[in-house]
């Protein structure tokens, strides 16, 4: 079964730490993204890649970074965090046919930034 | 930009049968995908229409108007675990890449 994990499911971290988190999947997709997902705003896109090496900005990436060394594996980096970075974080990732085949997410880290 | 609206929230009697509309504005549009994500788990992908029509799954069908920018999820023979929320998405080209971007969601309660 495809699968895209999350490294962890609760997450909780001090204002101004540098945080990571990791996301891998299985399937040998192409495309990875991150998204966060906020009450009454939906899931909104931070980054994505493409390809190995590869990162493009999404809607809202200030404040986040990203790094994709191996194809299986997209970490999202909070340089500093924040109080208002609190939020579930959802990772996914598809083939090149995501559009047709939709796209894969991982079950989510709840990050609260206190 | 883009910007989709869909109801926030739908409530529904078992059996019955419900639809769920989105209209969206963008430009560059390729297409529009259905999620449907149950409390504290992860969206699940439903569907997706790049051309104008109904397309049919099972229980949900899924309907794309690209001249009204408006599409709807269909769900019939309700059932108790249909319960959940459910997302539009627009695919679009955005600097000439590919990028999906969701709608706030609607949540749906099936009651008995």
């Known amino acids: 079964d495809v699968k895209v994990t999350q490294s962890s499911r609760y997450l909780v971290k001090r204002t101004g730490e540098k945080v990571f988190l990791e996301c891998v999947q299985d399937?040998?997709?192409?495309?990875m993204f991150w998204y966060r997902q906020d009450p009454g705003l939906g899931l909104r896109l931070i980054y994505f890649?493409?390809?190995?090496?590869?990162?493009e900005k999404g809607d809202i990436p200030e404040g986040y970074s990203v790094s994709r060394e191996k194809k299986e594996r997209f970490s999202l980096i909070l340089e500093s965090a924040s109080t208002n970075q609190t939020s579930m974080y959802l990772c996914?990732?598809?083939?090149?046919?995501?559009?047709?085949?939709?796209?894969?997410f991982g079950s989510g880290t709840r990050l609260t930034v206190v | 930009g883009q910007s989709l609206e869909q109801p926030s929230e739908v409530t529904a009697v078992e059996g019955a049968i419900v639809q769920i509309n989105c209209t969206y504005q963008?430009?560059?549009?390729?297409?529009l995908s259905w999620y449907q994500q149950h409390d504290g788990g992860a969206p699940t992908f439903l569907s997706y229409?790049?051309?104008?029509g109904l397309e049919e799954t099972g229980r949900f069908s899924s309907f794309l108007s690209r001249s009204d920018s408006y599409g709807y999820l269909l769900l019939q023979e309700l059932q108790m675990k249909d319960s959940a929320s459910y997302f539009c998405?627009?695919?679009?080209?955005?600097?000439?890449?590919?990028?999906?971007?969701f709608g706030t969601g609607t949540k749906l309660q099936v009651i008995p």
């Open positions: 399937m040998d997709h192409e495309n």
């Open positions: 963008t430009s560059g549009f390729y297409g």
């Open positions: 890649s493409y390809d190995v090496k590869m990162k």
């Open positions: 229409n790049a051309l104008d």
């Open positions: 996914a990732s598809s083939s090149p046919q995501g559009l047709i085949n939709g796209y894969t």
């Open positions: 998405a627009v695919a679009m080209n955005s600097g000439g890449y590919q990028k999906v971007t």
